[in-house]
């Protein structure tokens, strides 16, 4: 069984590598993001919460992330493993993660604020499917039409200068200290996010002693 946490800034690509992974090793993508999108798609309680949270440029608190990542755990649906991301959010989270569930890797998608910054505000919604496009690798073959439903295309309502430069402060104030207990205990592997898909994955299968890579 292998069982990997995954950390990165957003638009760091995080959901693309834990997807390659789980498709060849039968491991469960267990993503905090999707379990939320999920949410505010439904228009659940939470997922209202949720969306006020995320218009405001702010993170989820890190109590209810504990309380949904538990829930989902316990689901053991994870025969051979799992790869989470969005997950521990602060460092008590990282030290009950380490001691309930016996990590053998933290992969860690280095990449620069600065580029943060381009993928994030190049990021676009179809309004009326939902379908996610990025204006730098996904563009659509009809500019601000979606190919699948040609609805409108629009910027996320939280994805602004300011609330954007609000996650990235929050997201080094509380994950910097969650790399750094992880390194201390030797499990992280820092892969630069910048190359491409295909060769980040790559890098990272080499990193922790995977089978190689065979792209799609």
Not at 21 to 45: A, C, E, M, P, Y
Not at 59 to 65: I, K, N, Q, R, T
Request: hydrophobic share 35%; proline share 3%.
């Amino acid at each position: 069984m292998r069982k990997y946490v995954i950390i990165g800034a957003q638009g760091s690509g995080k959901g693309t590598q834990s997807r390659l992974l789980v498709r060849d090793l039968d491991l469960v993508h267990i993503s905090v993001g999707d379990i939320f999108r999920w949410h505010v798609q439904h228009h659940t309680k939470l997922g209202a919460q949720v969306r006020r949270t995320m218009s405001a440029g702010e993170l989820v608190g890190d109590d209810l992330v504990e309380s949904i990542v538990r829930e989902r755990l316990a689901q053991h649906d994870w025969n051979y493993g799992f790869v989470i991301d969005g997950f521990p959010r602060n460092a008590r989270q990282a030290e009950f993660f380490l001691e309930s569930y016996d990590i053998d890797g933290v992969i860690h998608l280095d990449l620069p604020d600065s580029e943060v910054r381009r993928r994030v505000l190049a990021r676009r919604l179809c309004a009326r499917c939902g379908m996610d496009y990025n204006l730098i690798a996904h563009r659509p073959e009809v500019e601000g039409r979606c190919d699948v439903c040609g609805g409108e295309l629009v910027s996320r309502e939280d994805d602004t200068e300011e609330a954007l430069a609000e996650r990235l402060r929050l997201y080094h104030e509380k994950t910097d200290p969650i790399i750094e207990l992880f390194g201390r205990k030797e499990f992280v592997f820092t892969i630069d996010a910048r190359s491409d898909v295909h060769t980040i994955q790559q890098e990272i299968r080499t990193r922790l002693g995977l089978p190689d890579y065979t792209r799609p």
